[in-house]
């Protein structure tokens, strides 16, 4: 994508004695996607905008009026106004009118940004072309890595963790085997790049899942040391973790500390492929559900842990009723739905009590799938709304499928289940699916296993009503295992993956993207 589409704004914050007193200078200087230029920004943005908000609640504490970069070209090269001390995010927008009419055709926000008068400070922001658009970091990952997690740290970056980094295919069509990574990255999105940290996790996985908690520190959970990846084959899931090297080590990411501590392990938390939910709730506890373990393909286990002490975590077990590999959960006022993994008619979608850890079969009609996507959120009105989304049946030789469900339902004194059926534009599995916020939310599914088993590289748009479209661009991160954070300016990081080609040949990715709505 062309340099003129992507920018850099940085500005230095320092003690200059204008507007007033106590209040902090803010001078801004433009950079391209590359490096520093003396033109400033780019003719195609006539009119922008700057807004300071407090961190910790979003409230407005400055804004600019619209400045027009045609009268005003000097403008392009940087401007000042007064900061107050403080946690503070910086918004930029740029339009391509120079009065700001219509909406920003290019935006972007800072990290978390701690303005100490007195003290210099630089606070970078990365704009990018606006309108579900795909635009490209600085660099990319430091080495291919697929299947690891994304998770949104307080301060505004994103933990990248795990996943696996290394990759042998004997030959174009084979199985390919894949070992684990043993570290985390930090992207930052005010730089729009990944930072040179690299944080030494506890131990190596994949196939994992991370669990961002109230406190802004991360749980990793399961996952295997090593996995096969077989798209060609009749086995299915297509995916299997290795069960010689399941992980029983449960460990939290303190990001005040910057680095991995051990909060449990134990043999019956050695698992991959497992569907995890944060429990709605005044306790945060966890639910785990499934996956491979060393005693089955397939477990029935739920694991309930709950924090026992600031550094410890404890779990108790109970069983699903349908046992699963590869299943998906979302939390659900108070219960957790659990989704797909399972064998041929077993039951498709459980829920879970976690007070009773009993489960109770909801009766869907549908193919036994993995690799699907299963997501959801509460809605303004109060009720929830999930979608399910493609996937891999369970039947031996099985192609992806391009089946959708809506599930809405209202709990508190009861449950209603409205499943509501849709297609997918495409049939896809082990496919990312992305939540757009705002005035006109939707969902985005992107990438994954098509029909013939290649890596799919398009995107399609999906909103709450019957709209559905496929977006321009194509992604250059894997088509299968990305992962995938939501930043501060409601972008999303895709990031890494596994590249299936029509050559059937199997490659990782280390390239990085943005999805800017």
Known sequence: MSGLKSWVLAGTVVLVGCGEPGGLGLELRFATLQQAQSSGLPDGIAGLEVELLRWEDGDQLDQLGCIDLDSEPDQRQGLSLDVVPGALRVVVRGYEDSACSGEASWAGSSKRADVIEGEELVVPVYVTLRGLALNPIRGSLPAGRAFATATPLPDGTVLVAGGFESLIQSQAGSAAQMAASCEALIYDPGQGRFLSTVVPMLACRGLHQAVALADGSVLLVGGSQSAKLDPFGQTRPALLPDVGGLVGVVERYDPALG?????????????????????????????????????????????????????????????????????????????????????????????????????????????????????????????????????????????PRSEMLRIGWIAGSGFDFQPQARTLLRARAYHLALQIQGADPGWVFAGGLGASMWGRDDLELHRTGDEASMLEGTLSTGSLGSAGALLPDGSWLLAGGVHVDADYRIELSAEAELLSP
């Open 259 to 399: 680095r991995f501590v051990q909060v449990a392990s134990s043999d019956a938390l050695a698992r991959a492929s497992a569907a995890v939910a944060l429990i709605d709730g005044a306790d945060e506890r966890l639910l785990v559900a499934g996956g491979r373990t060393t005693q089955s393909w397939r477990s029935d286990d739920i694991m309930l842990g709950a924090a026992s002490t600031a550094s410890q975590w404890s779990f108790e077990s109970a069983s699903l009723l349908a046992p699963r590999i590869g299943a998906q959960a979302v939390s659900c006022g108070g219960g957790v739905l659990v989704y797909g993994g399972n064998e041929y008619e077993a039951a498709l979608l459980e829920r879970v009590d976690p007070d009773s850890l009993l489960s109770t079969d909801l009766e869907i009609e549908g193919q036994a799938v993995a690799g699907h996507s299963f997501q959801g959120a509460e809605q303004t009105d109060g009720s929830y709304l999930a979608w399910v989304a493609g996937g891999l049946p369970d039947q031996s030789g099985s192609s």
